[in-house]
Antibody, heavy 123, light 108 residues
Framework: EVQLVQSGAEVKKPGESLKISCQGSGYSFTSYWIGWVRQMPGKGLEWMGI????????RYSPSFQGQVTISADKSISTAYLQWSSLKASDTAMYYC????????????????WGRGTLVTVSS | EIVLTQSPGTLSLSPGERATLSCRASQTVSSSYLAWYQQRPGQAPRLLIYGASSRATGIPDRFSGSGSGTDFTLTIDRLEPEDFAVYYC?????????FGQGTKVEIK
C-alpha cells in the first residue's frame, strides 16, 4: 500500500527542540518531493517547504525559512521536520505530503497525505 | 508570492444542490497550475483536482474544476452528504506554492 506514516502526537514546552517524522512506503521514496504543511487550530493550510529525498534538495517558504529545518534519510524512506526552539505559536497539526505527477511530469501539488502529527507547545 | 482568495467563506446548501466555489489569484497562475483539496473534519486533505480541471484518481465526476489566469472554480454537482467539508485551492505555478484560506460547504 502506498502511504505516508507520520510520527505520533507531541506535547512540548516552549524552548524545547523537536523532530517529527514521515515515512513513505509502497513507492520509490527517492523519486518524489515530500512537502510539509502546517494547519494551526481552526485555520487553513500553509505550505512550509519541500524536500527531494533523492539528493536532499530543500526549498522553504519565506515564512518558514529559518524557523524550521526539513531533512530526509533516504536509507529509511523518512522525511523530517524539526525545530530547535519551540514557541507556543508552533502549536498546530503538521502534515507531510507527496508531490503529484501526471503524464510523466511532476509538480508541487500533493496527491498523497499523511494523517498528520499534532504538536502542542505549552508551559 | 501569489495570494489566493476563496469565496464565499461559507456556503450553506442542501444535499442534491450544486456548489460553486471560487478561487481568485493575485497574479496569473502559470500554466493553470492550480489544485483543489477537500478536508473533512478530523482528516487530512484529499486531492480532488490538479491542473485546474483534471480529476485525481478515484474522484467522482460530480467534482469538476475550471478556469485559467487568475480565476478558478470548483463545481460540485448534486451534493452528497460526504461532500460537506472545507475546500482549499492551491497554486503551484510560482514559488512558493500557496493555499487559499478555504471555503466551508455546510448543510443548510
Amino acid at each position: 500500500e502506498v502511504q505516508l506514516v507520520q510520527s505520533g502526537a507531541e506535547v512540548k514546552k516552549p524552548g524545547e527542540s523537536l523532530k517529527i517524522s514521515c515515512q513513505g512506503s509502497g513507492y520509490s521514496f527517492t523519486s518524489y518531493w515530500i512537502g510539509w504543511v502546517r494547519q494551526m487550530p481552526g485555520k487553513g493550510l500553509e505550505w512550509m517547504g519541500i524536500i527531494y529525498p533523492g539528493d536532499s534538495d530543500t526549498r522553504y517558504s519565506p515564512s518558514f525559512q529559518g524557523q524550521v529545518t526539513i531533512s530526509a534519510d533516504k536509507s529509511i524512506s523518512t522525511a523530517y521536520l524539526q525545530w530547535s526552539s519551540l514557541k507556543a505559536s508552533d502549536t498546530a497539526m503538521y502534515y507531510c505530503a507527496r508531490q503529484g505527477c501526471s503524464g510523466g511530469n511532476c509538480y508541487w501539488y500533493f496527491d498523497l497525505w499523511g494523517r498528520g502529527t499534532l504538536v502542542t507547545v505549552s508551559s | 508570492e501569489i495570494v489566493l482568495t476563496q469565496s464565499p467563506g461559507t456556503l450553506s446548501l442542501s444535499p442534491g444542490e450544486r456548489a460553486t466555489l471560487s478561487c481568485r489569484a493575485s497574479q496569473t497562475v502559470s500554466s493553470s497550475y492550480l489544485a483543489w483539496y477537500q478536508q473533512r473534519p478530523g482528516q487530512a486533505p484529499r486531492l480532488l483536482i490538479y491542473g485546474a480541471s483534471s480529476r485525481a484518481t478515484g474522484i467522482p465526476d460530480r467534482f469538476s474544476g475550471s478556469g485559467s489566469g487568475t480565476d478558478f472554480t470548483l463545481t460540485i454537482d448534486r451534493l452528497e452528504p460526504e461532500d460537506f467539508a472545507v475546500y482549499y485551492c492551491q497554486q503551484y505555478g510560482s514559488s512558493p506554492p500557496t493555499f487559499g484560506q478555504g471555503t466551508k460547504v455546510e448543510i443548510k
